[in-house]
């Protein structure tokens, strides 16, 4: 079976930090490209990062820029998200997406191929 798996979420205090790691599972993504969506309640599931299949090319959304980084390790199948200075207005279900072939920026979300299950991020006092 095919999938992706995220994990690291959890309850941080505002001005925290954390790590989420998407892995697959039942294929390679040496060949996709990646990109981290996150979804919070009442609200449509939005963009936040995208790298390239090597890892030398990354995106952000303004509203994390400077404060998120994306990274990938294709040896260990797994892409990262590490997340410093967090806001409450980065509390969300956060979920990891994979899509075959190369491209130079992010893609809308109904075009990626296989997509994680999420991992839920709550930034509170």
């Known amino acids: 079976q095919l999938q992706l798996v995220e ?4 309850l941080v205090r505002p001005g925290g ?3 989420l790691s998407c892995t697959a599972s039942g294929f390679s993504l040496n060949y996709y490209h990646i990109g981290w969506f996150r979804q919070a309640p009442g609200k449509e599931r939005e963009g936040v990062s995208c790298i390239s299949i090597s890892g030398g090319s990354a995106n952000y959304a303004d509203s994390v820029k400077g404060r998120f980084t994306i990274s ?12 410093n200075s967090l806001k409450p ?12 072939g190369v ?22 006092s």
């Open 17 to 19: 930090s954390l790590r």
């Open 89 to 100: 207005d980065d509390t969300a279900v956060y979920y990891c997406a994979a899509k075959l």
């Open 7 to 10: 994990s690291g979420g959890g």
């Open 72 to 83: 990938r390790d294709n040896a260990k199948n797994t892409v990262y998200l590490q997340m």
């Open 103 to 124: 491209f130079g920026q992010c893609v809308v979300l109904r075009e990626y191929d296989y997509w994680g299950q999420g991992t839920q991020v709550t930034v509170s």
